[in-house]
């Protein structure tokens, strides 16, 4: 067992054996030509994010929780307002709206996407109602890299005058009906964290959005509320910048994404075929394809303990995500939840596990991993 090389959760070096050297080089143009700070690769990047996706304008950011806030910013949210979210997220997503001084509104989850339940979107107006907030926004997640379920979501949102944003940190690329991910809703944003299937070398983020008034006015926020040029400051902006030398990498990256995409459902299929009957296996829905964010299945809460240890003793990598809902989280949790309390979220956060998930991920190493899968459920079970 020791000659096997370390199983990495995502492994980035081996994508870095298919396309480094083209990376490398991209990075040394930039060095070389010196224009670090909205340099041409920035613009050329900016194009290529949006024609994937289908929206019209793209505008580059220094991370996906800025492209969360200037959307805020740019639609003037703040106190007094109400932005519905889901609480089984990343911490972001409910961040951005506390920060404006506007408040997150916590809805339910549907138990089979893990992704908000449109269902649960008018109770979350109601709370807002109740709390004297005026709901204006609702940020959906693509949870795990799937879409949400968006037609119903958008036909709730028109009818409610709520602003759809999608929150497509992990689903950037996802398709949905026909669709693409990051070109759903009036605003899409995501990441470029290093371990989203889209990553760089560093921080990154993107806001897509079809309407020219909208990304003039964040291109101007994102880069201190800059008017004709750089040093005509017509509102309060911030510094938000996607760097060259990201954007060169992006560039790169970019041109094999659609293929990675394909290689993580052959890699996801393999996993479901071999343990659907042992474990709850990710459901997509029809019509639909997930860019694998993460693969997550999940296991009895009072065995994943257990199941994760055995897997370790093995050299398997897991991670919970999310281990606790925001909802009940010190930061969070004077936030308002819609409805009844949010059982599904709870339950789903004690149950849920992740296993090693890439485009590399070759037959053998994953063949190990499942039998390492089956051995701990095995072990855990007798432990509990
Ligand atoms: C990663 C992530 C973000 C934040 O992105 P950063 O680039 O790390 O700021 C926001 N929302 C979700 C769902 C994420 O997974």
Known sequence: ?????????????????????????????????????????????????????????????????????????????????????????????????????????????????????????????ETARKHELTPKALISVDLFGQACDYEPIEALCERNGLVLIADSAQGYGARYKGRVAGGIGAFATTSFFPAKPLGCYGDGGAILTNSDEHAELLRSLRFHGKGSYKYDNVRVGVNSRLDTIQAAVLIEKLKVFAEEIEKRQIVAQRYTAALKDLVTTPYVMPDCVSTWAQYTIRVDADRRDAFQEALKAKGVPTTVYYPKPLHLQTAYRHFPVAGNGLPISERVAREVVSLPMHPYLDEETQDYIIAAVREALALSAAAA
Request: charged fraction near 20%.
């Open 1 to 125: 067992m020791s000659e096997r090389p370390a199983i990495e959760f995502i492994d980035l070096k081996a994508q870095r054996q298919r396309i480094g050297k083209a990376m490398d080089e991209a990075i040394l143009k930039v060095v070389h030509d010196g224009n670090y700070i909205l340099g041409e690769q920035v613009a050329q990047f900016e194009a290529g994010l949006a024609s994937f996706c289908g929206a019209k304008h793209a505008i580059a950011v220094a991370n996906g929780t800025d492209a969360l806030i200037l959307v805020l910013e740019a639609l003037g949210i703040g106190p007094g307002d109400a932005v519905i979210c889901p609480s089984f997220t990343f911490a972001a997503t409910a961040e951005v709206v506390a920060w404006m001084g506007a408040t997150p509104i916590f809805a339910e989850i549907d138990e089979a996407t893990y992704n908000l339940d449109p269902s649960a979107i008018a109770a979350a107006i």
